[in-house]
Nanobody, 124 residues
Framework: QVQLVESGGGLVQAGGSLRPSCAAS????????MGWFRQAPGKEREFVAA????????YYTDSVKGRFTISGDSAKNTVYLQMNSLKPEDTAVYYC?????????????????WGQGTQVTVSS
């Protein structure tokens, strides 16, 4: 069993940066693929970024390419989402997710474990 705990959200002005983190317990991360999703008020949860644990392949939704970076620290069993040049439309609850085995990085249903979410609010 894996437990994921996000932290590092908060309130920031447009143009600022945040780096939410997702700490895993229960199993080592090395065999997992990791993803970040977000849900804005009144909208469905959507894909943001994902990576194989080795970091060899990363995936981003178009709206965050060039601004967000997903990375991991195996020694700390933690994955990060560096978010730069934040925009008000990035405001959402951000969730990390972990997947064992093969699957579609973009598809929520292919992930096995989810964190509780961390709020990111970007003011204009």
């Amino acid at each position: 069993q894996v437990q994921l705990v996000e932290s590092g959200g908060g309130l920031v002005q447009a143009g600022g940066s945040l780096r939410p983190s997702c700490a895993a317990s229960g199993r080592t991360f090395s065999s997992y693929a990791m993803g970040w999703f977000r849900q804005a008020p009144g909208k469905e949860r959507e894909f943001v970024a994902a990576s194989s644990w080795s970091g060899g392949n990363t995936y981003y939704t178009d709206s965050v390419k060039g601004r967000f970076t997903i990375s991991g620290d195996s020694a700390k069993n933690t994955v990060y989402l560096q978010m730069n040049s934040l925009k008000p439309e990035d405001t959402a609850v951000y969730y990390c997710a972990a997947r064992v085995g093969d699957g579609n990085y973009y598809r929520q249903g292919d992930y096995d474990y989810w964190g509780q979410g961390t709020q990111v609010t970007v003011s204009s």
